[in-house]
């Protein structure tokens, strides 16, 4: 039997690429709503995005999707695209935008190691807009594996962080 392997645990996941039936309208969206940067085009089919000025962090096009429907919810795929933000004031930002804008969200959670906001984009894709709390504080059952959980997010409270 070969030896386990164990992925590096520098190991990042660098990008997603999304099928979309409106490029401009998820670009309205991904850029226009949540902050990204277009970094280049490919013609009027592709479009790549980043924060930071990456070469890009979301793929968007329209090469196999343009102007069809979302995927069917009870269908294997992906199940959301999570947007890592850096800090919790950040997080309270962004969730102050997206209020601001009336775009609705689909949940909001504590999990312990995380908050999160939920909600889908135009194409119906689910995104998560979330930052990790230190490790530090994560919650460690009797055994020290990590205690994740799912509990209603205090938006007061991480709002409280913008003041």
Same mark, same amino acid.
């Given at each position: 039997?070969?030896?386990?392997?164990?992925?590096?645990?520098?190991?990042?996941?660098?990008?997603?690429?999304?099928?979309?039936?409106?490029?401009?309208?998820?670009?309205?969206?991904?850029?226009?709503?949540?902050?990204?940067?277009?970094?280049?085009?490919? =013609?009027?089919? +592709?479009?790549?995005? #980043? %924060? /930071?000025?990456? @070469?890009?962090? $979301?793929?968007?096009? *329209?090469?196999?999707?343009?102007? =069809?429907?979302? +995927?069917?919810?009870? #269908? %294997? /795929?992906?199940? @959301?695209?999570? $947007?890592?933000?850096? *800090?919790?004031?950040?997080?309270?930002?962004?969730?102050?935008?997206?209020?601001?804008?009336?775009?609705?969200?689909?949940?909001?959670?504590?999990?312990?190691?995380?908050?999160?906001?939920?909600?889908?984009?135009?194409?119906?894709?689910?995104?998560?807009?979330?930052?990790?709390?230190?490790?530090?504080?994560?919650?460690?059952?009797?055994?020290?594996?990590?205690?994740?959980?799912?509990?209603?997010?205090?938006?007061?409270?991480?709002?409280?962080?913008?003041?």
């Amino acid at each position: 039997m070969a030896e386990k392997y164990i992925i590096p645990a520098e190991t990042r996941i660098g990008h997603v690429h999304l099928k979309v039936a409106d490029l401009q309208r998820a670009m309205d969206f991904y850029c226009d709503l949540l902050g990204f940067e277009l970094i280049t085009m490919y =013609g009027d089919q +592709a479009a790549f995005i #980043s %924060a /930071g000025g990456y @070469h890009h962090h $979301i793929g968007l096009n *329209t090469w196999y999707s343009k102007d =069809g429907p979302p +995927a069917p919810k009870n #269908s %294997a /795929g992906l199940f @959301h695209t999570a $947007i890592l933000y850096p *800090t919790r004031k950040d997080l309270a930002a962004i969730f102050t935008r997206l209020h601001d804008h009336k775009y609705p969200l689909t949940g909001a959670s504590d999990h312990g190691v995380s908050e999160a906001l939920y909600l889908n984009d135009p194409d119906d894709n689910g995104v998560e807009l979330y930052w990790d709390k230190p490790r530090e504080v994560w919650p460690k059952k009797a055994d020290g594996s990590i205690d994740m959980y799912t509990r209603p997010l205090d938006l007061q409270g991480l709002l409280s962080t913008l003041k």
